[in-house]
T-cell receptor
Framework: LAKTTQPISMDSYEGQEVNITCSHN???????ITWYQQFPSQGPRFIIQ?????VTNEVASLFIPADRKSSTLSLPRVSLSDTAVYYC???????????WGAGTKLIIKP | SQTIHQWPATLVQPVGSPLSLECTVE??????LYWYRQAAGRGLQLLFY??????ISSEVPQNLSASRPQDRQFILSSKKLLLSDSGFYLC?????????????FGPGTRLLVL
């Protein structure tokens, strides 16, 4: 049974780089990894998506090792406004399942 | 550009009363539509998804039902609410295609069942 696992919470400080790792041991060949950010009382917002190796956009990077059993969301130089819950999602094309992680509550301190 | 609307924003309902939450999407055609529930301080639970009008798949057995009467309209219903139905209900859409498509979430409806 596919499952995604991520840390419940993390703390960091303004200006630091933050890395949040998600494990997805049963990921299949055609499955993508997506990360979302959620602020309180709002819907989640797309951050980044990847399939393998490294993907970078204007807000984050996503590192996926060759075995694809985990992925790491990297937020460079975080600010207080990055305090949020971050979700890892694996979309299983094989059976149209969506496997959401339980979310990582990231708290950024001044 | 595409937008997604949900209403109402908040709702307080007595146990045993019916429920109807509505979600509409603008600016796209034939989207995949999703209903999620989020209990306080918890993660996202996918309730229903739809790939087309009248096509509804349920992810978990529950006291709720969903309907898609029009291409860009998704409705979440219940005949009799339970206390455990309280939560934050989120509607989302994605382009038609596989499960890797990015989902775009609405503002949510906070439901409190008393």
């Amino acid at each position: 049974l596919a499952k995604t696992t991520q840390p419940i919470s993390m703390d960091s400080y303004e200006g630091q780089e933050v890395n949040i790792t998600c494990s997805h041991n049963n990921i299949a060949t055609n499955d993508y990894i997506t990360w979302y950010q959620q602020f309180p009382s709002q819907g989640p917002r797309f951050i980044i998506q990847g399939y393998k190796t490294k993907v970078t956009n204007e807000v984050a990077s996503l590192f996926i090792p060759a075995d694809r059993k985990s992925s790491t969301l990297s937020l460079p130089r975080v600010s207080l406004s990055d305090t949020a819950v971050y979700y890892c999602l694996v979309g299983l094309d094989s059976n149209y399942q969506l496997i959401w992680g339980a979310g990582t509550k990231l708290i950024i301190k001044p | 550009s595409q937008t997604i609307h949900q209403w109402p924003a908040t709702l307080v309902q007595p146990v045993g009363s019916p429920l109807s939450l509505e979600c509409t999407v603008e600016g796209t055609s034939n989207p995949n539509l999703y209903w999620y529930r989020q209990a306080a301080g918890r993660g996202l639970q996918l309730l229903f998804y739809s790939v087309g009008i009248g096509q509804i798949s349920s992810e978990v057995p529950q006291n709720l039902s969903a309907s898609r009467p029009q291409d860009r309209q998704f409705i979440l219903s219940s005949k009799k609410l339970l206390l455990s139905d309280s939560g934050f209900y989120l509607c989302a859409w994605s382009k038609s295609g596989g499960r890797q498509e990015t989902q775009y979430f609405g503002p949510g409806t906070r439901l409190l069942v008393l």
